[in-house]
């Protein structure tokens, strides 16, 4: 009767982990979701300056705003790469491909690039940051 007990127990305690796990990881992708769709929106209609404000601490004292990035408007956003985690263990590190055309305003000429955004959570603040710099446009 003990036993079964205790066995009862381990099955009740390993399903209350799991379960809150789950629900870490489901909070984690909401809000990953939340912050990719807000910097797709900043980057497609905003102000491209505003976009530096999504990098970590350490990045954003080190980044230096594009000069000419007022000059500069976006015409295609488009995830060529959904958000995956970098490594297998780790779900807290996700990479994210995105294609962007853009033109520079005053002579009309469209570009393109590839942005590998990687995205990194801070589980104190539950924030996601982008942690690699902003690819120069």
Not at 5 to 29: A, E, V, W
Not at 45 to 71: C, M, V
Not at 100 to 107: A, T
Request: hydrophobic residues 35%; charged residues 25%.
């Amino acid at each position: 009767m003990r036993t079964i007990r205790n066995i009862s127990l381990l099955i009740f305690l390993t399903l209350l982990f799991t379960g809150c796990q789950t629900l870490k990881q489901k909070d984690m992708q909401d809000t990953l979701s939340k912050v990719l769709h807000s910097y797709e929106l900043t980057t497609r209609w905003g102000k491209l300056s505003q976009i530096y404000a999504f990098l970590t601490p350490e990045l954003a004292k080190e980044a230096k705003i594009q000069a000419d990035i007022d000059n500069i408007r976006v015409t295609s956003y488009e995830v060529v790469k959904r958000p995956a985690s970098i490594t297998s263990n780790n779900d807290e590190l996700m990479m994210q491909s995105v294609h962007i055309r853009y033109i520079y305003s005053d002579r009309q000429v469209e570009k393109d690039m590839v942005d590998h955004q990687q995205w990194i959570y801070n589980e104190d603040r539950r924030e996601w940051r982008r942690n690699n710099p902003i690819p120069k446009f």
